[in-house]
């Protein structure tokens, strides 16, 4: 876990941490008083919801923590969460609150896209979207894609001779039964979910969506034909098929069911028993619960359009990704074992990473801080991949494997949803490429996912890669952010300091002493009182700990104003032991008020000039004739008439020029 701290006031405030996708706006009067809160980042696993089939962890998973919760009015809290789902038709994103028995609600969510949060988040660049909803306690909080659930219940309905249920995604798609004889302790429940035809092309074969029955009850099912006989209608396709299979008609339909009282888990062809009947691309389909594969707790039906000749197995046309699709990203880097980049045969360690595209800024942030020197690339993939999808990498000839006895073409790559993907191999390095595919089944071709370049990396806090003679210099030193171990320190209250100490912070001072504090700006930052949040987003905005120390004194500054004096820094300085920065501080205020004074100085002799009497201009224009002449003359003359006093005097004129 990650903890970000923040105070709240009654005014309200928008609490924006960039790194993890997290977006909080507290309302005004969501706190009576003054409220500390605390926002922590599970790593995926042990924090997150638990899933059920057909269910995705697509976001990060927070946890919100407050010092005092009493009087709190949570409606008037907002969360919203990035995520890396992409909904295709009959899913949906829910974001869920852990409760305090353990378990998870589904809170009212509403998708929001990175525009509808512009105006308060103002430099935030972000492409992915996000799920907002009014949070009920302070709790923990993930977003979950899953497929929509249409419920029907006897209490909800009118005492009806039949109940329907229609899904709007999929037009045509519907489930009727007999309202007479239905239990009204039982629910009724379908999901639909969309099956892609992308395999199918050439086998003259159309799949149409899968439907996902379930009963729910109080008791078993005793008598099986209280909700018998149901009528179940599905669309087979959309208009781009139906000019090609214009010719289709009722015998060509397949239904096939799995489930009910089969605990097999195989596809059964139940066409003869069913006749169903092709009108306008719907097929329509009685089935009886009294029948041997009746209805018990969950049933799934499959329909398909057949008109190849060779028969065709189930197994293979109806494959449903438990998971939806998401967004998902590439990530490789390669360290070499040994510290001479020189060496002609570079042989290293290559980590290729797969993940969602939600993790890639923490995962980015880990490796870069556990790792010193690297090469790393990183790519989003061009196609959308669910849970369980494997993909296959390949290298560039200068990239090799130092295990031979591999092949690269099938070493798996598997994306795993929640979680980060990541696999180690023995390397040698010269070109560095590498290229991510799917492989197709049945089929010898390969669909290219994205491909990536290594390039240098230096640590996380500076990850320029050109080492400059004056940082290397600074390694040779003692830490910038040691404590100083002069015995006696020039921070004293003499009258001099007292008066430097008076002096507000300009942006100059500020500029002045960025590279000074670059190493300590967060500690800084906590000490002059700068939120937890513009700590987090300087950290991510700023890519050298300089600019970040002049970013946390910008911030001071707006914060204090003309309040924000040099003493109050200096004593920040000194109490996170940093007392030879606060002297150096104190050095460069020095030398700019002397400056100030000189500047002082000159622009009064330049008045004095402007504002001279006419007597002193006479006096100055003769004094000006009289040079002219004696340089005029001959360095012969100039010798003989000189007197040794007149060479004092324009020796001095000169050295006072």
Not at 37 to 47: H, Q
Not at 186 to 202: C, F, R, T, W
Not at 294 to 309: K, W
Not at 410 to 430: M, N, Q, V, W
Request: charged letters at 30%.
């Amino acid at each position: 876990m990650f903890p970000y701290r923040d105070l709240v006031s009654k005014e309200g405030f928008t609490w924006i941490l960039k790194e993890t996708g997290v977006f909080i706006k507290f309302l005004p009067e969501a706190v009576t008083d003054p409220r500390l809160i605390t926002c922590m980042l599970w790593k995926p696993g042990k924090g997150s919801p638990p899933l059920e089939d057909n269910e995705s962890l697509v976001s990060n998973v927070i946890e919100l923590d407050c010092d005092d919760s009493n009087d709190v009015v949570f409606s008037s809290i907002e969360v919203a969460l990035t995520h890396s789902a992409k909904c295709s038709r009959g899913y949906e994103l829910v974001m869920k609150e852990m409760t305090d028995t353990d378990g998870w609600r589904d809170l009212e969510t509403l998708e929001v896209q990175p525009s509808d949060l512009q105006r308060e988040s103002l430099g935030w660049q972000i492409e992915l979207p996000f799920v907002q909803a009014k949070i009920t306690s302070f709790s923990r909080y993930a977003v979950i894609c899953r497929l929509k659930s249409y419920r029907l219940r006897k209490e909800d309905s009118e005492e009806r001779s039949k109940l329907t249920i229609s899904v709007p995604d999929f037009p045509g798609t519907c489930l009727s039964i007999s309202g007479s004889r239905f239990p009204a302790s039982m629910d009724l429940v379908i999901k639909v979910q969309e099956i892609s035809n992308e395999a199918l092309e050439g086998k003259e074969v159309l799949v149409g969506p899968i439907v996902h029955i379930t009963f729910t009850s109080e008791a078993e099912l005793s008598d099986p034909s209280q909700v018998s006989p149901v009528i179940i209608s599905v669309p087979i396709d959309s208009q781009k098929h139906q000019t090609e299979f214009s010719k289709m008609s009722s015998r060509h339909v397949r239904v096939f069911f799995r489930g009910g009282k089969d605990a097999s888990g195989k596809w059964v062809d139940w066409t003869k028993k069913l006749q169903p009947k092709l009108e306008n691309w719907i097929v329509t389909f009685k089935v009886d619960g009294t029948d041997s594969f009746q209805i018990n707790r969950l049933l799934e039906c499959g329909v398909m359009l057949d008109s190849s000749t060779k028969p065709l197995e189930a197994e293979k046309l109806f494959i449903v990704d438990s998971s939806c699709p998401q967004q998902v990203g590439f990530f490789a880097y390669w360290s070499q074992k040994k510290k001479k980049m020189e060496e002609e045969q570079k042989q290293g360690s290559l980590t290729l990473c797969c993940f969602p595209i939600h993790m890639k800024t923490e995962l980015k942030k880990e490796i870069s801080s556990e790792h010193g020197f690297l090469l790393c690339g990183e790519a989003k993939s061009a196609r959308l991949l669910a849970k369980g999808d494997q993909a296959f990498f390949s290298l560039s000839n200068g990239l090799t494997l130092a295990d031979n006895g591999n092949v690269i073409d099938y070493l798996p790559f598997k994306f795993i949803g929640d979680f980060i993907f990541r696999k180690d191999y023995l390397a040698r390095f010269e070109a560095p490429k590498i290229e991510f595919f799917k492989r197709e089944n049945d089929k010898e071709g390969r669909e290219n996912l994205c491909s990536l370049l290594l390039h240098p990396v230096t640590p996380f806090e500076d990850r320029s890669p050109v080492v400059s003679r004056e940082k290397l210099q600074s390694q040779k030193q003692p830490p910038v952010c040691e404590p100083s171990t002069s015995v006696k320190s020039s921070v004293e209250d003499s009258a001099e300091i007292k008066e430097l100490r008076k002096s507000t912070v300009t942006q100059r001072i500020a500029v002045l002493c960025k590279k000074h504090i670059g190493n300590c700006w967060r500690d800084l930052g906590a000490m002059l009182r700068v939120s937890e949040s513009d700590l987090i987003n300087t950290d991510k905005d700023y890519r050298y700990s300089s600019e970040k120390g002049y970013a946390v004194l910008q911030s001071w500054r707006d914060m204090d104003g003309c309040s924000g004096t040099v003493g109050l820094l200096v004593d920040a300085l000194i109490s996170i032991d940093e007392k030879r920065i606060a002297e150096e501080l104190l050095d460069i205020v020095r030398e700019e008020k002397r400056g100030e004074s000189q500047q002082k100085d000159d622009r009064s002799e330049e008045h004095q000039e402007l504002c001279s009497s006419p007597v002193e201009d006479i006096v100055r224009e003769e004094k000006r004739r009289e040079s002219q002449q004696i340089g005029d003359g001959t360095e012969e003359h100039q010798e003989l008439c000189s007197s040794p006093v007149e060479g004092s005097d324009s020796y001095q004129t000169q050295t006072n020029l």
